[in-house]
């Protein structure tokens, strides 16, 4: 109810959200080759190889971004996160960022994944194996039709072809399956190469 009453707040005074300076908690994790200023001026530095920062509550305020990290891997879920930081994934193929919104992500997770991605055309897509893939749920279904019609996926024609072919197929893959072919397999297997050799579309 709150959401919507300063939706409506912002509505009627023609600005953006931001500008009423009520600002969500973020949900989201962020580690890896990244410092930043707070927009209060506090240092922020990600590069903790065991541990996570939560995402900033106001990522529109946040400067002095410095990082030399050659990718950011955005993951979905936490418990892949958490793996991750487990097995040291970002010491071991530094410099990188990971970023998670822990499931569906909130507006300052996506914020800062926007922030940390000069472009979005530069997301890669990664070929997955037939056995990997399982059925669509009926939440799945409604999930990849909302997609569809999302303005950021309908102006990039990589990412509508990649959408609708899940759609046709009505499959999808969860990278946590990986795991069950060795502990480790997913961290020091799986995504280095990916990472290193490519294999994406």
Not at 71 to 76: A, D, N, R, S, Y
Not at 112 to 137: G, H, K, N
């Amino acid at each position: 109810m709150l959401d919507s009453i300063v939706d409506d707040i912002s509505c009627m005074l023609k600005v953006p959200r931001r500008s009423l300076h009520i600002l969500a908690t973020s949900k989201g994790f962020i580690s890896g080759d990244l410092c930043y200023l707070e927009e209060d001026g506090t240092k922020v530095d990600c590069n903790s190889s065991s541990t996570a920062v939560s995402v900033s509550s106001n990522v529109n305020g946040i400067r002095n971004i410095v990082s030399s990290a050659k990718f950011i891997l955005i993951v979905e879920k936490d418990a892949t996160f958490q793996r991750l930081l487990d097995d040291d994934f970002c010491a071991r193929l530094s410099p990188c960022i990971i970023i998670t919104g822990k499931g569906v992500p909130d507006v300052n997770s996506r914020l800062m994944a926007s922030r940390l991605c000069a472009s979005t055309s530069t997301a890669q897509w990664y070929r997955v194996p037939d056995e990997a893939l399982i059925p669509f749920a009926k939440a799945d279904e409604r999930k990849i039709s909302s997609l569809r019609s999302r303005s950021y996926i309908t102006c990039q024609p990589t990412w509508e072809r990649e959408v609708e072919t899940m759609q046709n197929l009505k499959r999808k893959a969860e990278i946590q399956c990986l795991a069950s072919i060795a502990p480790h397999f997913l961290t020091r297997v799986y995504l280095p190469n990916k990472l290193r050799y490519g294999g994406w579309i």
